[in-house]
């Protein structure tokens, strides 16, 4: 599970029991480590992030991620890949996913964040993680 913070109050356009998370807090950000533990290289790797229940407004802090499915109406996006050439054997590459200026639009219950992993003959893995906000 991951859990973060909302720290400011609801504007009026939000309604409901939206929340926003650390909008002003740029060092809020998940912390990512790839590690390749077979024995092949893996070559142009995708590393997929969505979300179910949470919007991210922009993607400043987060270099060499390209934004995915806008979303209509709230605006920011539920998605992002971020591409790397490639990861050989026994190495790992680590990356941050910033989430500033997100926006929970499910409340207390943030929803999912889904991460999934592919690259050249590599199946895709999906890994689903549960997001609450407080």
Same mark, same amino acid.
């Given at each position: 599970n991951i859990t973060l913070s909302s720290d400011i109050p609801l504007d009026d356009w939000v309604g409901g029991s939206g929340k926003y998370v650390t909008y002003t807090m740029p060092e809020s950000s998940i912390n990512f480590k790839l590690s390749n533990i077979g024995e092949k290289?893996?070559?142009d790797v995708k590393f997929i992030i969505s979300f179910d229940g949470i919007a991210v407004k922009n993607l400043l802090d987060c270099p060499d991620f390209e934004e995915q499915d806008h979303i209509n109406g709230i605006g920011g996006v539920a998605s992002a890949v971020k591409t790397i050439d490639?990861?050989? @054997?026994?190495?790992e590459v680590s990356f941050k996913? @910033?989430?500033h200026e997100a926006y929970s639009f499910n409340g207390e219950d943030g929803g999912n964040m889904k991460i999934t992993v592919t690259a050249d003959g590599y199946k895709a893995h999906t890994y689903t993680v549960p997001i609450h906000v407080k």
């Open positions: 290289d893996l070559n490639r990861i050989q @054997s026994g190495m996913f @910033s989430m």
